[in-house]
């Protein structure tokens, strides 16, 4: 353990100490020492809320488009209000297994405590189950003669249903208005001497049978199972049962 997270932990105790005990004197006490510590190495109490942001990284998109399809944005947006995270879209070197590297999309979630690993999770659990669905719907359009360029759109508007459907599956968890400055503070040290641009978002395109094929994904998304053993405390608050149900 580095020196400054010796420090922070000590400030930690010191503050529990000071809110859990009965004795107004030693709690008191215990502040005093506290805010002491935090002066002595030039730490605030924000700076100290900082600390508890957490960071979890996928680097497994399904798309490494330049322009983010809409229904990989609108995901990540779902998980987000989901679990009282944030997100931002990366890029990253991967090196394959015969040595060539390639730059790839990746998608950072951070939130407070354990919260960005659960978004992690279920994000990982939804790509997974929104891949396989598309697969299902995209080999029923190939029975049948249809342009390579209908099939991408009805694949994008299966897909950007399915997402809507699986919000359905999933609760809303709002951050407070404090812990949304937190966030934003967070944000900004970790992207300190870097520019972040908005993302280039591109909507699905319209064609034959487009209607037909978002509704399919929202009746599949709205139908999605995610697993319960999610670690985390808050898992289970932030995971309805939806669809069929695990024992």
Same mark, same amino acid.
């Given at each position: 353990?580095? !020196? ?7 400030? %930690? ?11 107004? /004197? ?5 502040? =005093? ?6 002066? %002595?190495?030039?730490?605030?109490? !924000? ?14 998109? &399904? ?31 991967? &090196? ?18 354990? %919260? ?15 891949? =396989? ?18 099939? %991408? ?38 992207? &300190? ?30 139908? &999605? !199972?995610? /697993? ?20």
């Amino acid at each position: 353990m580095s !020196d400054n997270a010796k420090v922070i932990a000590r400030i %930690r105790h010191l503050m529990a100490l000071g809110t859990r005990n009965s004795n107004p /004197h030693e709690a008191a006490r215990a502040v =005093a020492l506290a805010q002491r510590l935090m002066q %002595r190495h030039g730490l605030t109490p !924000d700076m100290l809320s900082l600390h508890d942001i957490r960071e979890s990284v996928c680097e497994s998109l &399904t798309s490494n488009a330049e322009k983010v399809p809409a229904w990989l944005n609108s995901l990540a947006t779902v998980v987000c209000m989901a679990t009282g995270c944030r997100c931002w879209f990366g890029w990253h070197v991967h &090196t394959s297994c015969s040595g060539v590297k390639r730059v790839r999309r990746s998608l950072h979630f951070y939130g407070f405590s354990e %919260r960005a690993e659960v978004a992690l999770y279920i994000y990982t659990v939804l790509q997974r189950q929104l891949r =396989a669905d598309t697969d299902v719907q995209i080999a029923g359009y190939r029975k049948r003669r249809i342009l390579k360029n209908t099939l %991408r759109r009805r694949a994008d508007q299966f897909r950007e249903g399915w997402v809507s459907g699986v919000w359905q599956v999933l609760q809303s968890f709002a951050p407070s208005e404090s812990e949304n400055v937190m966030l934003k503070n967070w944000l900004v040290r970790r992207h &300190t001497g870097d520019t972040l641009g908005m993302v280039s978002v591109r909507t699905a395109g319209k064609c034959r049978g487009d209607k037909a094929a978002r509704v399919a994904g929202w009746l599949a998304g709205r139908d &999605t !199972d995610i /697993h319960h053993g999610l670690s985390g405390s808050q898992a289970q608050q932030q995971v309805t049962t939806g669809g069929r149900t695990h024992d």
